[in-house]
């Protein structure tokens, strides 16, 4: 395995570890904290629905990955900015220092945290407003998230909307009124508190420290991360950006079918055609909650992955199984154990669809994968 393929993947199992990072904020269930890994995909697919263009998805996908070393600070929290910032600046410097190019996420991180940059605000923007809406559009939110909810509209970091959103202002308000936000604005915000629900979805595989399963949301966020990362290894025609997107929403279906695994059931219940139905079904319902025409649009590409007949497509395919098998790999085979998966079962499900997208990624992984099935 070439040394750059080696650093891209460290740096991609070292990204395992922000799924460990827990919030001050709760998932609009109440049920748990939400991780920083979840909380960037959904700020990404904020960001999407709302109109971001490709360089502040990215943004969005690295922005929190100093968290791993500094962990999460609550904005409320009276903290030491300095210090903080002190300590975000080193974990950048460590974690992006994995990456051959690292300098370049350096200075897109860099770029996120200074806001003055078109892409750079609307991404701050939509870190903000992410969390302000599990709360208010939360079916029953905290008091106490609810006051603090408020206080951030009225003097804090959300309380500028009032000039650069205020529909977004008047929506939350509404809602914390027991109101109904209208228009498509009421719709997106709707959408995205569904999406919310893709975080208590788990899969089979596992985190690689072994602490708890993957849940979907996570494992989304992963994948876009995958696809920024591995996009050098991509076949010709793949739109990286667009990529990213597709992966973005591919499993926001889980919310109604939940997650099947790739090897349960000798694979016939994988893919078939009751599970096709159900998740076709889940797809018209979740993407129709978005204004008409941009929720055709979500499912056309979420139609067009499923399809896995064009070039971005299959990439996102490949990705979609090589993040599992690393985790796997970096696990100790803990899922292929509990799932009994042998090495031909492995090629036939996992690397001849990697292969496909990513024949370099097969090629440099399978002496791995085949060490780990016969030593």
Not at 26 to 48: C, G, I, K, P, Q
Not at 112 to 127: I, L, N, Q, Y
Not at 222 to 249: C, E, K, Q, W
Not at 282 to 292: Q, Y
Request: with cysteine.
């Amino acid at each position: 395995m070439d040394s750059r393929l080696v650093a891209e993947l460290a740096f991609l199992a070292e990204a395992d570890r922000l799924k460990s990072i827990r919030r001050a904020n709760v998932l609009m269930d109440l049920s748990r904290r939400e991780n920083t890994a979840e909380h960037s995909w959904h700020v990404a697919l904020f960001a999407m629905v709302f109109g971001a263009s490709d360089r502040a998805i990215r943004m969005i996908l690295i922005h929190d990955l100093v968290e791993i070393d500094a962990g999460d600070q609550p904005v409320y929290l009276a903290h030491d900015a300095a210090a903080l910032a002190a300590a975000e600046t080193a974990a950048a410097d460590r974690i992006f220092g994995i990456l051959p190019d690292g300098a370049a996420f350096i200075e897109l991180w860099r770029e996120f945290e200074g806001g003055a940059t078109r892409d750079a605000a609307f991404a701050k923007r939509m870190d903000h407003v992410q969390p302000l809406a599990q709360v208010v559009m939360a079916p029953q939110p905290l008091p106490e998230h609810v006051e603090i909810a408020r206080s951030m509209m009225q003097q804090g970091r959300v309380a500028r909307f009032a000039t650069e959103w205020p529909e977004i202002l008047a929506a939350a308000r509404t809602a914390l009124d027991g109101g109904r936000p209208g228009g498509d604005l009421g719709r997106r915000l709707r959408f995205l508190a569904e999406a919310d629900a893709l975080k208590t979805v788990c899969r089979a595989n596992t985190l690689i420290d072994l602490s708890r399963r993957e849940n979907s949301a996570e494992h989304s966020w992963h994948l876009a991360l995958y696809a920024l990362i591995l996009g050098r290894h991509a076949t010709p025609g793949v739109n990286i950006g667009r990529t990213i997107r597709m992966l973005l929403l591919h499993d926001l279906v889980e919310i109604d079918v939940g997650d099947v695994p790739l090897h349960s059931a000798a694979g016939t219940a994988h893919g078939s055609p009751e599970i096709q139905m159900a998740e076709a079904a889940a797809a018209r319902r979740i993407f129709g909650l978005l204004p008409e025409q941009q929720g055709a649009d979500f499912l056309a590409l979420w139609q067009e992955f499923e399809a896995n007949e064009t070039p971005d497509a299959v990439f996102a395919k490949s990705l979609d199984r090589t993040q599992p098998l690393v985790q796997n790999l970096r696990a100790g085979g803990a899922g292929w154990r509990e799932y009994d998966v042998s090495y031909d079962d492995l090629v036939s499900r996992v690397g001849e669809r990697i292969a496909r997208g990513l024949p370099q990624v097969w090629s440099a992984l399978e002496p791995e994968v085949k060490a780990f099935f016969y030593g």
